[in-house]
């Protein structure tokens, strides 16, 4: 199966029960389904289990962040779920990604994770990263720790709408490298249709080819979330649900 061009956020749900009643109105032929730290701390892995037993797949999206040794333990930890993707933070170095990029290699499982590195948190702006001493122009960091991501062979990185063409533009860095948009308030009333559509039609023309959509609480709110999730497809250039 090829990788999926939209993943619907799980975190939003506060148990089990209500996630998985959810997935239900999901195809998993289409929809990619995204677990993070908090819905995985409420289940652990038993929610996992659930879900690609259904065929779905998986970005696990805990954002390890630690000393390499204690980052691979746990990735082995979870080697035996049937994950698609895992994502790593970027400031683990690259020491870290290098330990866990050669862990991967070496899994015997016939499904290895793609794996993708958060660069920078979406909730921090100039002002945060200033604060705790990093560059003060946040895309010139995530440039840079795209750089470490690629150069450590992952896959692709966690990348927000306007730092997708600055990261097409990096010399050396390939095309086919994924980049995970976050993507929310694509239905937000207050916003006119039109000029969602365009934001969405930018992302692709800047680059998005090798783009994955994540959205969220607009498709789990929804009344008919696979009929929304199609709705956005057709504004996807040249791509539709088959």
Not at 22 to 38: C, H, K, T, V
Not at 154 to 174: A, M, N, V
Not at 190 to 200: E, F, K, W
Request: overall charge neutral.
């Amino acid at each position: 199966m090829n990788n999926p061009k939209i993943i619907v956020d799980l975190d939003h749900f506060y148990t089990q029960t209500q996630a998985l009643a959810f997935a239900m109105y999901i195809d998993p032929n289409q929809i990619g389904l995204r677990i993070g730290l908090s819905l995985f701390v409420r289940t652990g892995p038993d929610i996992i289990k659930h879900l690609t037993k259904r065929g779905f797949q998986i970005f696990l999206d805990l954002k390890f962040n630690d000393i390499p040794e204690t980052m691979v333990r746990a990735i082995h930890s979870l080697s035996h779920l049937e994950i698609w993707m895992l994502s790593v933070s970027a400031f683990s170095s690259t020491k870290g990604l290098h330990a866990i990029r050669n862990y991967v290699n070496t899994m015997k499982h016939s499904i290895k994770p793609l794996l993708i590195a958060e660069t920078v948190l979406s909730n921090l702006d100039p002002q945060d990263l200033n604060e705790i001493g990093f560059l003060p122009k946040t895309e010139i960091q995530i440039q840079r720790l795209a750089k470490i991501a690629f150069r450590s062979q992952f896959e692709g990185i966690i990348c927000p709408p306007k730092e997708i063409l600055g990261i097409r533009k990096i010399p050396g860095i390939e095309k086919d490298f994924l980049l995970l948009v976050p993507f929310e308030n694509y239905s937000d009333k207050r916003t006119h249709q039109s000029n969602r559509i365009l934001s969405l039609r930018k992302i692709y023309q800047n680059g998005g080819e090798h783009c994955i959509l994540m959205v969220g609480q607009e498709i789990i709110h929804s009344v008919d979330p696979m009929q929304h999730l199609e709705d956005i497809s057709k504004d996807i250039p040249n791509f539709s649900f088959s």
